[in-house]
C-alpha cells in the first residue's frame, strides 16, 4: 500500500501553491479560486491545499521533500535564502537537512 494524498489546510492557498512549485516542483493541475488547489509531484503524490481561516499544526508537524543528493538540499537552501526566507544552513541529523517554514502555515523539511 502507498499513502497518495495528502491534504493540508493553510491560510494562503495561493501563496503555498506558488512556493511548493518554484522549490519542489508541484505542478497545479486545479484550482479553485483562491480556496483550493490540487498539486501533484512526478511519482504519483497528490497534495491538496485547502484554504483555512485559522491554522494551527503542532509544534513537530511537517512535510518532507526527500532529495537525490546533499548539493540538492544545499541548492534548494541558497535559493531560498536568496529569495528572502529566514533559513538555518543544513546540518546533518537524521540526513543531510533543513527545515522552512512555507507560506501558508506549515513547515517543509528538505534533507537528502
Known amino acids: 500500500m502507498k499513502m497518495n ?28 479560486g483562491n480556496s483550493f488547489a490540487v498539486l501533484f509531484d512526478d511519482n504519483g503524490l497528490v497534495l491538496t491545499l485547502m484554504k483555512g481561516a ?37 546540518q546533518r541529523s537524521h540526513g543531510w537537512t533543513f527545515y522552512v517554514e512555507a507560506p501558508g502555515g506549515f513547515t517543509v523539511e528538505v534533507l537528502s
Open 5 to 32: 494524498h495528502l491534504n493540508l489546510t493553510v491560510n494562503d492557498v495561493q501563496a503555498a501553491r506558488e512556493f511548493l512549485e518554484k522549490y519542489f516542483d508541484l505542478q497545479t493541475r486545479h484550482t479553485r
Open 54 to 90: 485559522e491554522v494551527s499544526y503542532p509544534k513537530t508537524f511537517h512535510i518532507g521533500f526527500i532529495q537525490d543528493s546533499e548539493e540538492r538540499v544545499n541548492e534548494i537552501n541558497q535559493r531560498l535564502k536568496d529569495d528572502g526566507y529566514p533559513v538555518e544552513p543544513p
